[in-house]
């Protein structure tokens, strides 16, 4: 089990800070989800994580090493990150594309090995892509492709994912294939995964651990339930919302209600008095 | 069970293995057998014209019933021959390699700044020199060329978007630098003129075994160079990040790369002129032929280009005989319609 941490963690841009000193621990093991509003740096501490940001200070430590003192081909075999929106080049197959995962596993002699081989079926056996194996990614669905992608990433053998909004350019069906895709790995192959997601609920519902941010800072970091609070998504998003149990998973359900300037909408007025509705009152 | 899409080369208790495209060795043994087709004809055509199988026994140095053949294939024609299919082939690889660094299929390597950097270094120096000899030509292409490429690669290679910074700025310097060739040219005498003019052209003619000896250096560094980075050719078409993320090391990969695609382009252009729309179009046939990935489309689309060059190089001069036409012309002629196809089709799917 590889435990990812970032040790007074500086990562800027051009010489603007996006993140500032900041320790931070994703439990091995389980999925961890990064959630904030745009601009909070999100994508960028897992950039940082995945080594494609260089930090300005302090370091990311993958199991006590600093990443930036392994060597990359190494380090590839132990993380995986798939960016956000990633484009595969024309008239490439799935098979083609999945394989490419291999590519730290192997070297100038060994080019396609039998565990080559072997990890990519396994790769798109779990994906559910064996069937779609030698069609051309291009013609794939949103979900499909962005299966593949993920195959990719599996066929690299790593015990930590890392996934920048794997959801976000898909509709709801998709998005839940992704994500059901995801927790089946982790409960059924252990992976360690981090990953950025916009949509609260789906955070709240398929990760174990959420770490809220808001301007480079963590407001918040815990279970779903220690995270997904009213005060937290007021500080974190200035918005009002309902906070209850999901009828049936008991994760906690975000409603949003409204901007947290009562002014600016009509129903920002009536927020008080709909929550006290809502709660029984 | 479906037919395996690729070869796999695994000898059993040797650690080593490699995997092709099925598709590779059918298509690369059609396209040398056509270029063998075409050298043979080509060498057989002319104002002295010798039948294919005189070509052949000719180049082997066997007896054939006229000596004087020995000349006109050996000395004349198959250099040129030979020379039309080696530029055809580095021009090919070194625009494929643009086209994956930059992940656009519309690159070619021209957008390294060599192109305008080698005809900017043989103007300058016919221009100040005027009676210099004929073989510090190529010299002088080659300097411009690749001090180009260098001044381009300083400028634009910073940070995660510098591709597209590449591009950009290899396109402001290659129109400032034609502006200034321009300029040049309007300044001096007619006949000057003419020669520069017919070296930007791009042209086969003339050419001998001292311009494929000139050649060979380059192709014997680059050509396997690129060849053999068939695999990180193939991480970096994913795009920087995920071969970031594969363990590729992107920076080191990228200079390397960029360096084989200008040298391979700079030395082609100090020895025929500028030669547009092979390394375009030649990376687009051979993915079409065999799919993207490097190890079979990089070896497919040398063979396309040589084979280009080579069929333009006969065409201008066989078709319209006993008059010339510059290869460089010819290609452009193909190239044009089949670049605004390009466009067409990428405007098309969007």
Not at chain 2, 274 to 284: E, M, S
Request: proline share 6%; with cysteine; glycine share 10%.
């Amino acid at each position: 089990m590889s435990t990812l941490n970032t040790e007074h963690l500086s990562l800027s841009y051009d010489n603007t800070p996006i993140i500032e000193t900041l320790n931070l621990t994703t439990p091995s093991g389980e999925i961890t989800a990064l959630i904030g509003p745009n601009g909070c740096g999100k994508s960028t501490l897992l950039r940082g994580l995945a080594r494609l940001l260089k930090p300005r200070g302090g370091a990311v430590l993958l199991d006590g090493r600093a990443i930036h003192t392994v060597p990359t081909r190494e380090l590839a075999r132990q993380l995986s990150i798939l960016p956000q929106a990633p484009t595969a080049p024309e008239g490439i197959t799935v098979r083609e594309l999945v394989s490419q995962g291999r590519y730290p596993h192997q070297g100038w002699f060994q080019q396609w090995s039998d565990a080559d081989e072997a990890a990519v079926e396994k790769a798109l056996t779990l994906t559910g892509l064996l069937p779609l194996a030698d069609r051309l990614v291009d013609t794939l669905s949103g979900g499909q492709r962005q299966r593949a992608w993920i195959a990719m990433t599996l066929a690299q053998e790593t015990g930590t994912l890392l996934l920048d909004e794997p959801t976000t350019y898909l509709d709801l069906a998709h998005q839940i294939e992704v994500l059901e895709l995801l927790s089946q790995l982790n409960t059924l192959e252990g992976r360690t995964v981090v990953m950025v997601l916009h949509d609260l609920n789906h955070a709240a519902r398929y990760a174990h651990h959420l770490v809220a941010l808001c301007g480079g800072e963590v407001i918040a970091q815990g279970r779903p339930e220690e995270v997904i609070t009213e005060a937290v998504i007021r500080q974190v998003f200035q918005v009002e919302s309902l906070v209850i149990p999901h009828p049936l998973l008991g994760t906690p359900l975000c409603l949003p209600l409204g901007r947290t300037s009562a002014e600016q909408s009509p129903i920002g007025a009536r927020i008080p008095m709909l929550s006290a509705l809502a709660r029984g009152n | 069970m479906m037919k395996p899409l690729w070869f796999n080369l695994r000898p059993k208790g040797v650690a080593i293995s490699f995997r092709l495209d099925r598709r590779v060795p059918l298509v690369a043994l059609a396209l040398l057998a056509l270029a063998f087709g075409v050298l043979v004809w080509n060498v057989g055509t002319g104002e002295y014209p010798i039948a294919p199988l005189d070509v052949v026994k000719t180049i082997l140095h066997l007896e054939t019933a006229d000596p004087a053949y020995d000349f006109v294939v050996n000395t004349l024609r198959l250099p040129r021959a030979l020379t039309a299919f080696t530029v055809g082939a580095m021009l090919a690889l070194a625009g494929g390699v643009m086209q994956t660094l930059t992940r656009n299929p519309l690159a070619s390597p021209d957008l390294t700044g060599v192109s305008a950097g080698a005809s900017l270094g043989v103007i300058l120096l016919l221009v100040l020199f005027p009676t210099v000899s004929g073989g510090l030509l190529p010299l002088s292409a080659l300097v411009g060329g690749l001090g180009v490429a260098a001044l381009i690669y300083a400028l634009a290679w910073r940070g995660s978007d510098s591709p597209i910074r590449m591009i950009l700025v290899g396109i402001g310097l290659t129109a400032a630098l034609s502006a200034v060739e321009s300029i040049v040219l309007l300044r001096i005498d007619v006949e000057r003129l003419q020669n520069i003019l017919h070296w930007l052209t791009g042209s086969l003619y003339a050419r001998s075994w001292e311009h494929l000896w000139a050649l060979a250096p380059w192709c014997a560094v680059f050509i396997p160079f690129t060849l053999a980075s068939a695999r990180h050719l193939n991480a970096l078409h994913l795009g920087e990040e995920v071969a970031t993320g594969l363990g590729g090391r992107v920076t080191f990969q990228r200079g390397a790369l960029l360096l084989s695609s200008a040298a391979l382009t700079g030395a082609a252009i100090s020895q025929v002129g500028t030669l547009g729309f092979v390394g375009l179009i030649a990376p687009h046939i051979a993915r079409r032929l065999v799919g993207p990935m490097h190890e079979g489309s990089q070896f497919v689309s040398a063979l396309v280009g040589g084979l280009l060059v080579l069929a333009s190089d006969f065409a201008g001069r066989a078709l319209f005989a006993p008059t010339e036409i510059p290869a460089g012309i010819i290609i452009a002629l193909v190239g044009a319609p089949f670049f605004i196809y390009l466009l067409w089709k990428s405007h098309a799917s969007h």
